[in-house]
């Protein structure tokens, strides 16, 4: 096909307005590049930050923390403890985003093989079994794997005689 065509219809059109030819690879240097083994498209640099898996734990707890603390104070109806909540569900996201699971306790059935570490044991004569009365640290997981064990304050059920002394 001749050039004669494409030149006379960009010529009808100011110079401003004209379109350029596409610019095409050659299709043997792209096979080329398909014969070649793959290299990494991302090198690593040893400039960028790595974060430390204790250093996410962390960071989980502080935001566990806030969030608690931000529920109580959410019960005053009040519009910044909403508005801060809101940036610490947009935190939550992200995190549960790249994998990383943040477990509260409260309220669940205690049994010895769970992978918690228990710093008190309180007796409730309320209590028919023993149960996490409440989440002092969260157990945090990356990616499926613990990388932070939760501490947890335990209840169980004790004879209202014990605590009397009779």
Request: no cysteine; hydrophobic share 35%; proline share 7%.
């Amino acid at each position: 096909m001749s050039t004669w065509p494409t030149w006379r219809g960009q010529r009808r059109h100011h110079r401003e307005f004209r379109i350029a030819a596409p610019s095409w690879p050659d299709p043997v240097s792209l096979t080329s590049l398909l014969a070649q083994p793959g290299k990494p498209t991302k090198e690593s640099t040893k400039d960028e930050p790595v974060l430390s898996e204790s250093d996410l734990a962390d960071a989980a707890t502080n935001l566990w923390r806030a969030r608690r603390r931000l529920a109580r104070l959410a019960e005053e109806d009040s519009r910044e403890a909403k508005r801060v909540g809101r940036y610490l569900q947009a935190t939550q996201r992200a995190l549960d985003e790249a994998g990383l699971l943040v477990q509260d306790h409260d309220g669940t059935t205690f049994h010895p093989g769970l992978s918690l570490e228990v710093l008190t044991m309180q007796p409730d004569p309320a209590l028919r079994h023993e149960v996490v009365r409440e989440t002092v640290r969260p157990s945090v997981y990356l990616a499926g794997r613990r990388i932070q064990m939760g501490q947890v304050i335990v209840g169980y059920p004790g004879d209202t005689l014990e605590e009397t002394g009779a």
